[in-house]
Nanobody, 123 residues
């Protein structure tokens, strides 16, 4: 099993930046593709960004492309999400997720999930 714990969420103003972290434990971190999802009240859960086992491949939702950056440090068993130029519509609970298969993580539903961290953007 893989345990995921997010941190770094908070209340910020539009235009500000925020960094989220997801610490993994329980299994070999480098054996899993990682991703960040978000869900706002009344909206569907959406994939924000994803990264392959080695970081060679990445995916970004059109709504965050150019503003958010996903990265991972396998030595530290941690995946990061850098959120820049935040907008009000970025307000949501952000979830870290993991799956053995990059394709499953990107196109379907990952097997492992963190508890989520709240990001609130004021305007």
């Amino acid at each position: 099993q893989v345990q995921l714990v997010e941190s770094g969420g908070g209340l910020v103003q539009a235009g500000d930046s925020l960094s989220l972290s997801c610490a993994a434990s329980g299994r070999t971190f480098s054996s899993y593709a990682m991703g960040w999802f978000r869900q706002a009240p009344g909206k569907e859960r959406e994939l924000v960004a994803a990264i392959s086992l080695t970081g060679y491949r990445t995916y970004y939702a059109d709504s965050v492309k150019g503003r958010f950056t996903i990265s991972r440090d396998n030595a530290k068993h941690t995946v990061y999400l850098q959120l820049n130029s935040l907008k009000r519509e970025d307000t949501a609970v952000y979830y870290c997720a993991a799956d053995r298969e990059y394709g499953v993580l990107v196109t379907t539903t990952p097997f492992y999930w963190g508890q989520g961290t709240q990001v609130t953007v004021s305007s």
